[in-house]
């Protein structure tokens, strides 16, 4: 989906929840401040000044966005030859050159705040699928970006498994930290959104409190909800 003229300021230090029907565009929005996707035209800052996008983007630059920037996906994408532990540890390792020690003894840390501190040595087959994407998020902490960016990371999930993610993503939303997620789930959206952006066709809707969606009586709006809450 291509995304038509958005522009979108993210609040620091909360959260913002992108809603709209499938194929409006949210998840290619989430992917360009990523860069994942490359947009054809625009500027992006995540606060070392603006990106300007269409052009030809040098590996650094695209570095530095990614480093302030850390994706949580639908599907875990885990390494299924290393442990939980291993995956938090291997991007610092590697990227910002943190020593074992200091990467194993912070990736602790991280598996316990999302309630794995018994699974640092197991393997993602040992895994469910709530506690794998609970790795995932650890290892997006273990990045120590400013802004996480969530895909749809309950999408994968039956309900149980889905309500250990959902609670994580709440604890975060509670520390203050600056979190994007798409996701179809309107109950976490009430529960955690400081802003909502609802996107259709690729373009902005509404990018406001959350009130003024779950308040408003906007046909699309309602319509929208009432679909999404019956599923």
């Given at each position: 989906?291509?995304?038509?003229?958005v522009?979108?300021?993210?609040?620091?230090s909360?959260t913002?929840?992108?809603?709209?029907?499938?194929?409006?565009g949210k998840?290619?929005l989430?992917?360009?401040?990523?860069?994942?996707?490359?947009?054809?035209?625009?500027?992006?800052?995540?606060?070392?000044g603006p990106?300007e996008l269409g052009?030809r983007?040098?590996r650094?630059?695209?570095?530095?966005v990614r480093?302030?920037?850390t994706?949580?996906f639908?599907?875990f994408n885990?390494f299924?030859h290393?442990t939980?532990?291993?995956?938090?540890?291997l991007?610092?390792?590697a990227?910002?050159?943190?020593?074992?020690?200091?990467?194993?003894?912070?990736?602790?840390?991280l598996?316990?705040k999302?309630?794995l501190?018994?699974k640092?040595d197991a393997y993602?087959?040992?895994?469910?699928?709530?506690q794998q994407q609970r790795?995932?998020i650890?290892r997006?902490?273990?990045?120590?970006?400013?802004?996480?960016?969530?895909?749809?990371?309950?999408?994968?999930?039956?309900p149980e498994?889905?309500a250990?993610?959902?609670?994580?993503?709440a604890?975060l939303?509670?520390?203050?930290?600056?979190?994007?997620?798409v996701t179809?789930?309107?109950?976490?959206?009430?529960?955690v959104?400081d802003?909502?952006v609802?996107?259709?066709?690729?373009r902005?809707?509404l990018?406001?409190?959350?009130?003024?969606f779950?308040?408003?009586?906007d046909?699309?709006?309602?319509?929208f909800?009432?679909v999404i809450?019956s599923v």
């Open positions: 989906m291509a995304l038509d003229d522009s979108l300021d993210i609040p620091r909360r913002t929840v992108l809603l709209g029907p499938s194929g409006s998840s290619t989430l992917r360009s401040i990523n860069l994942l996707e490359r947009p054809s035209a625009g500027t992006i800052d995540l606060g070392d990106v052009g983007l040098s650094r630059t695209v570095r530095a480093a302030r920037s994706m949580v639908q599907q885990l299924a290393l939980a532990l291993g995956n938090v540890t991007a610092p390792i990227t910002r050159g943190l020593g074992r020690a200091e990467a194993e003894a912070r990736g602790q840390e598996l316990a999302v309630g501190a018994d640092a993602p087959d040992r895994l469910s699928g709530g790795v995932a650890a997006a902490l273990a990045m120590e970006p400013d802004v996480l960016l969530f895909d749809e990371p309950t999408s994968a999930l039956d498994l889905a250990e993610v959902v609670a994580v993503l604890d939303a509670r520390e203050d930290r600056t979190l994007v997620v179809h789930s309107l109950a976490f959206a009430q529960r959104a802003k909502v609802f996107l259709e066709g690729g902005v809707l990018d406001d409190e959350p009130g003024a779950f308040d408003s009586d046909e699309r709006l309602v319509r909800r009432d809450g």
